[in-house]
């Protein structure tokens, strides 16, 4: 197996060490690694960190985007992973899986490689998955996560039914809806027996293994993207939910849900939550 281990990276100087570290034991589950990280520019050293750690790791590199940045943080994100997956098509097509990686604190606790290990190397559960992610002791991305019927981004939807002027850019509006979601996500956790895997629209956590067949013909995309969202999907969502736009929210939208759709509508590719936590 080979496996190409992808971050966007801006302003991660402090966590840089324990995120190459836990990637390396990741590398270490196949027989080819490459670590492909796309730098945006920061105020702090990761710079410094990428060509420093470039000269101890062959199997390292990394790419200046030199783009100007635009005042939307997803558009950017997207940007940069997007140049993760160019690389990928024109380098290392022959791989058989790719991760993308957050560079943070989510992603710089120590990894239990046993669990990453085990969905890998176990032939009935590797079968079922396209796209997986993992649980974490609090869910802290509720942005990147989609479920039935909470089919859109947390921060664009209320239910029918609710006064839509009271929150319409208000943040109470916000709390309402992420509410929700989390309840939720709860609820299915909580009704999981046996510790099976959670198939959702659309999740995300800080860390996401994909199948090369299944994901490499997609892109991310940080804007709102009803059109991304299959029909009869999108049909049953629209009859229970408002979509709204407030804020900042109006131009952006977490980039993993266009991803993970766009996976859905090509490959028909299914994406899991494993309620283990790998960090």
Not at 110 to 129: F, G, H, Q, S, T
Not at 149 to 156: G, L, Q, T
Request: net charge positive; aromatic share 14%; proline share 3%.
């Amino acid at each position: 197996m080979k496996c190409c281990i992808c971050s966007a990276v801006r302003n991660s100087e402090k966590y840089l060490d324990k995120v190459f570290l836990n990637m390396e034991k990741i590398g270490g589950l196949f027989e080819e690694y490459k670590i492909i990280m796309v730098y945006d520019k920061s105020k702090d050293k990761t710079l410094e960190k990428l060509k420093d750690y470039k000269e101890k790791n062959k199997n390292f590199n990394y790419v200046e985007n030199r783009n100007e940045l635009t005042k939307h943080r997803t558009w950017n994100i997207a940007n940069a992973r997007n140049i993760c997956l160019s690389i990928i098509r024109e380098n290392y097509i022959d791989y058989n899986y790719f991760i993308m990686m957050d560079t943070d604190d989510v992603c710089s606790e120590n990894i239990k490689i046993d669990i990453l290990k085990y969905y890998l190397e176990n032939e009935e559960i590797k079968d079922k998955w396209d796209g997986l992610t993992f649980n974490k002791r609090a869910y802290y991305d509720l942005w990147a996560l989609s479920f039935y019927p909470y089919i859109h981004s947390v921060f664009h939807f209320l239910p029918k039914g609710v006064d839509i002027s009271k929150y319409l850019n208000m943040r109470t509006g916000e709390y309402y809806s992420v509410g929700l979601v989390s309840r939720g996500l709860e609820e299915l956790l909580k009704k999981n027996k046996g510790n099976k895997l959670i198939k959702v629209l659309s999740a995300f956590n800080g860390f996401g293994i994909y199948k090369m067949e299944k994901y490499i013909n997609c892109e991310y995309d940080g804007k709102p993207r009803l059109d991304m969202i299959p029909k009869p999907i999108l049909d049953e969502y629209v009859s229970k939910v408002i979509y709204v736009n407030p804020g900042i929210y109006r131009y952006q939208d977490c980039e993993h849900r266009n991803f993970h759709y766009m996976g859905l509508l090509k490959n028909r590719a299914n994406v899991y939550i494993s309620p283990e936590i790998l960090f």
